[in-house]
């Protein structure tokens, strides 16, 4: 995330369509600069290889941007069997190439069976995750290989697209924290040829949709209005949660910070509103109160 102070404060989610070979990064700066936004962040990054949904959150939704990483996600991914690079994709450094043994569709079907559901997976060196205050990428820029231990994740669903050897389609329905990357040599590996990914595509994030979402060349040629019409609204990845409707009392209090008798209806987290307007999230607590968690200035 970062900030300025010489542009304009809007607020509100653009989904973009990241085109291919810019970095997460680079494509959130394009777009702040079309709004000159000055305060603006992603909501986890797609690498340079891939495409597709990036929701980028500007002014006070960058204070839900971290609830989004949470979400689910979908992917298109095409895997080109026979081959290992040491990023796990095709912008790596060929490893190894190994024959591509004749695959069934029954035998297709059972490994696609097998990484469905809980399975434990080992994260990729080139990551963003933290190895003694360090990212593991940057190690593995210095040719530094460290132990990953193998953490729980969970694939809902993986459907083949197309089956072409060597290159095999799935599209894949997955819960956070999963690398497409180690699906893909996990999935070669157990056809016992290895593998790497030539293509990756995001259609989903939680309830955001790809069909819905921008590229930087149709937002370049928008004037300021549409731009801004583009736009969600801050609380739209947060439908799920319940909602509270505030009385102008009740409000004043949860501004200054203070709780209120609410009653044992629900407990936990909820959104809070003055009428239509948007103020925040609040939480409900087991001794009957609410309690305001994460106010907005909009």
């Known amino acids: ?156 669903e993986i459907k083949p697209l197309n089956f072409s050897t060597p290159f095999l389609t799935l599209e894949v329905f997955c819960f956070k924290g999963t690398y497409i990357r180690s699906l893909a040599e996990d999935m070669g590996h157990y056809f016992g040829c290895g593998g790497t990914v030539t293509k990756l595509r995001r259609l989903q994030a939680g309830c955001f949709q790809l069909a819905d979402a921008f590229t930087v060349e149709q937002l370049a040629a928008m004037d300021s209005q549409t731009l801004q019409s583009c736009l969600l609204a801050v609380d739209k990845p947060l439908e799920k949660m319940p909602a509270i409707y505030l009385t102008p009392q009740q409000t004043t209090a949860i501004k200054y910070g203070q709780t209120l008798d609410f009653g044992q209806k629900f407990l936990g987290m909820v959104r809070l509103y003055d009428d239509l307007q948007f103020l925040g999230l609040g939480e409900t607590l087991l001794n009957g109160k609410l309690a305001p968690r994460k106010l907005f200035n909009l």
């Open 1 to 156: 995330m970062s900030k300025r102070t010489s542009g304009n404060n809007i607020h509100g989610i653009l989904l973009l369509d990241k085109r291919l070979g810019v970095s997460s990064n680079r494509a959130l700066q394009e777009v702040r600069r079309l709004f000159n936004a000055n305060k603006a962040g992603h909501t986890g990054s797609l690498d340079p290889l891939a495409t597709g949904l990036l929701p980028l959150c500007f002014g006070e939704a960058t204070k839900v941007s971290s609830m989004m990483l949470d979400d689910d996600k979908r992917y298109q991914v095409e895997i080109q069997l026979g081959v290992m690079t040491d990023t796990g994709d095709a912008e790596g450094q060929i490893l190894e190439t190994k024959p591509v043994p004749e695959i069934s569709a029954e035998a297709l079907a059972a490994c696609l069976a097998y990484f469905t559901g809980e399975i434990a997976q080992v994260p990729p060196m080139y990551s963003a995750l933290k190895h003694q205050g360090k990212k593991l990428y940057e190690l593995a820029r210095e040719g530094i290989s460290v132990e990953r231990k193998a953490r729980k994740i969970t694939i809902f």
